[in-house]
């Protein structure tokens, strides 16, 4: 009997432990991912997109029971796209907040800027968008998910030069204009290599503060120079500036854009509609065929239900799926490590192909992908303003690279507003 | 006419035509800095609630830009004497309105500018109007509408803000009140209530100078921030409380950039810029127009 009665009492025990058991897993503390976004300033857009895209991962791993059975929390503060705030906020993630993970914000200024902290503390960090963000620091813990390679700069323009060296008759001109800033100047400092490496001879070379109202001047200058090839770099407001001064003016060449930020957002797209026939910039990733990734289609579907009501870019095809990448390898790391450590998710990003909604991504010692996957699209066949036009395929045609290729340029560019 | 010849002709015109914007920017911030003495460091992002103002009424009820900025003025009036009601009542009248004031204003910029973010989202945006993507061309001139309308309407709004000043006994006011408020309150003005209509003035002329930059380039909400320096050294430039000198300091500036991102690069044209006015200052401290 007095067994009986132990058994009964172990077993009534056992009972009152399974049953609490769940709760108190449940009550451990979420595992906080932090980071600063641009949730104001000049890149708000992008900021918003990514931390839209987030929050949309989150609820999705939460409603699976979270990340190592600990439900994930992201603690997030804005930078004001203001890189002087950046430090502060990060030591404040680390040591106040003592966030378990850290992410980088949007844009190569606000990442640069978080380095030395995330340095100081042996963090890991999974960057969002940085143009060459570890070329100073050579960082073991940094990984970015640009996808412009080893030699980012380059990446960029390489397209675009190799197929100006292929039109007939060989343009031997280029004009080189971008914003002076961090990703202006990169992107120049690569084309001048790459214009001397194909033997264009540069007859414009000119950097412009960023903030510029008008154009004009610019674009004059150009039209007089009459250039073969115009290669811009410039940020969102510079690109429409930019193109309503060559429309006004006049200006043709036989090639004209490489690196306009902006144009990849629904808004400017919108504006320009058929205006943007023929002209060339780089991009992550367009719905082209050849692009075809799974989850994707899923993935942005659910994000465009959300975009309006967020106040953030309803096309979505620029940000969003390289933060949603951004968040399925976070995933699968914690798991595969079982935990946060950061020498231990650094070894498992270092050696690792991760497959998600933007394909495979590897990462090379410096943290850049390898290899480069920086597209070349043209704008063909533009039909009216409407933004819903570049969800489909053959709006933004892949020029570069080869892999990804999915039509052929077509020249000259000229404008049509005159 | 020879390449350089052609150049110069043409980067004058761009530079008399961006100085007529700059002139209606600018405008705002020589009556309250220049004349009431009130760091408004927020002038800017009223210039991006009027680009927005004309944003909503384009794209909700199909409004022009330029109507808009008739529909604006009056509310704007209206919130320009409120806020200057609070920060006379705040610091002001306790005489800290220096520190305390330019804190305020900073704070007023970034709730114009989150209350944006929050209404509008992040997105840039832009008006439509049949005379954005038109250009009248002749001869060597070539005049794009969405910078001829902005330097029209600047110069229209200055003339009016002008004669104001000099025709009205209400505008003779708000330049005593410049001069010597106490003087003003010995002849029985209410230096206080002038203030407060020229502030109004000083709004509604921003909020004014909004839909025209939305006509010239598409707007942000935090975009204004690109303008502080430039509104700012403008009026001293011109002489601080010298409405013909914004005009003339915004031509001078508008032409400095366009002539020297033409022959000398577009990275030299804020550097010159700053170096007339800094040149200004040396030679002439008190500005080119000071009354």
């Known amino acids: 009997m007095k067994v009986l009665s132990r058994l009964v009492a172990g077993a009534v025990l056992l009972g009152v432990c399974a049953l609490f058991a769940e709760p108190l897993a449940a009550k451990e503390p979420p595992i906080t991912i932090g980071f600063g976004m641009s949730l104001s300033g000049g890149l708000a857009g992008g900021g918003k997109a990514a931390l839209l895209t987030y929050k949309i991962w989150q609820k999705e791993i939460n409603a699976k029971g979270g990340l190592l059975g600990r439900k994930v929390k992201l603690v997030y ?27 980088s914000g949007y844009g190569t200024n606000l990442v640069v800027a978080a380095m030395p902290v995330i340095m100081a503390h042996k963090k890991t960090f999974l960057a969002f968008y940085a143009l060459d963000g570890n070329a100073k620091f050579h960082y073991k813990r940094y990984f970015t998910m640009q996808p412009s390679g080893p030699h980012p700069g380059i990446a ?35 084309a001048r290599k790459l ?53 006004e003016v006049g200006l043709s060449a036989k090639m004209l854009g490489g690196g306009m930020v902006g144009l990849q957002y629904a808004a400017l797209k919108e504006e ?12 992550y990733w367009v719905p082209e065929p050849t692009m075809k990734f799974k989850g994707l289609d899923t993935f942005l579907a659910k994000y465009r239900k959300q975009a309006a009501a967020a106040g953030v870019d309803p096309l979505g095809i620029y940000i969003p799926p390289y933060a949603y990448a951004q968040m399925q390898i976070l995933t699968q790391t914690v798991k595969a490590v079982h935990g946060y450590n950061d020498a231990k998710m650094a070894a498992y990003l270092h050696k690792t192909t991760f497959k998600t909604v933007v394909g495979n991504v590897k990462w090379g010692p410096d943290g850049e992908w390898n290899p480069a996957r920086e597209l070349l699209v043209q704008y063909q066949n533009i039909k009216g303003h ?20 999915s039509g052929s340029l077509e020249e000259p560019f000229n404008p049509t507003w005159q | 006419m020879g390449v350089d010849a052609e150049l110069l002709f043409y980067a004058l015109q761009t530079g008399l035509l961006l100085g007529g914007f700059y002139a209606a920017v600018s405008v705002g911030i020589t009556i309250s800095f220049g004349m009431l003495d009130i760091v408004n460091i927020a002038h800017p992002a009223f210039i991006i609630l009027g680009a927005f103002v004309a944003y909503y009424l384009n794209s909700t009820f199909g409004i022009d830009p330029l109507l808009s900025l008739v529909i604006a003025a009056a509310p704007a009036f ?48 832009f008006v439509e109007a049949p005379y954005i993507s038109t250009t009248f061309n002749f001869w060597y001139v070539s005049l794009p509408l969405r910078l001829v309308i902005p330097l029209v309407v600047g110069l229209l709004m200055v003339t009016a803000i002008q004669l104001f000043t000099s025709r009205t006994f209400l ?8 001069q010597d408020p106490g003087a003003l309150r ?25 839909p025209l930059l939305i006509i010239i380039q598409p707007v942000e909400p935090s975009i204004g921030r690109d303008y502080i320096g430039r509104v700012f050294a403008i009026c001293v430039l011109g002489g601080m409380s010298s409405l013909r000198g914004t005009v003339v300091a915004s031509m001078i500036v508008g032409i400095a950039e366009a002539v020297t991102a033409t022959f000398g690069g577009p990275a030299w044209a804020p550097a010159v810029a700053f170096s007339l006015l800094i040149l200004t200052l040396l030679l002439r401290p008190e500005g080119m127009f000071q009354r």
Not at chain 1, 221 to 243: C, E, F, R
């Open chain 1, 77 to 103: 503060y804005d930078d004001q796209t203001n890189p002087a705030l950046v430090p502060g906020i990060y030591s404040k993630l680390l040591d106040i907040d003592k966030v378990d993970i850290v992410i």
């Open chain 1, 386 to 405: 409407g933004w819903k036009q570049f969800a489909k395929p053959g709006r933004q045609v892949i020029l570069w690279p080869p892999q990804f290729k």
């Open chain 2, 78 to 125: 209206l919130l320009g004497r409120l806020l200057y009601k609070m920060y006379y009542y705040a610091f002001e009248r306790h005489g800290e309105e220096s520190l305390q004031g330019l804190a305020f204003f900073f704070g007023i910029l970034f709730i114009v500018e989150i209350g944006l973010i929050l209404l509008f989202g992040v997105d840039y945006r």
């Open chain 2, 171 to 178: 505008g003779r006011a708000i330049l005593a009140v410049s």
């Open chain 1, 272 to 283: 320009f509609g058929p205006q943007l026939d023929r002209l060339i910039d780089y991009d």
């Open chain 2, 186 to 210: 010995l002849v029985g003005g209410n230096p206080v209530k002038i203030k407060e209509i020229a502030f109004g003035v000083s709004i509604a002329s921003a909020v004014i100078a909004g």
């Open chain 1, 195 to 247: 214009a001397k490496e194909y033997g264009f001879k540069i007859v414009y070379d000119e950097l412009y503060p960023p903030n510029t109202v008008d154009f004009t001047s610019i674009v004059r200058t150009l039209k007089v120079l009459h250039p073969d090839l115009v290669y811009i770099a410039s940020y969102p407001p510079d690109s429409a500036g930019m193109l309503r001064a060559i429309h």
């Open chain 1, 156 to 190: 960029q323009g390489e397209g675009f030069f190799k197929l100006a060296s292929g039109i007939t008759p060989r343009p031997k001109t280029i004009a080189l204009v971008g914003a002076d800033a961090e990703f202006g100047q990169i992107s120049i400092v690569a």
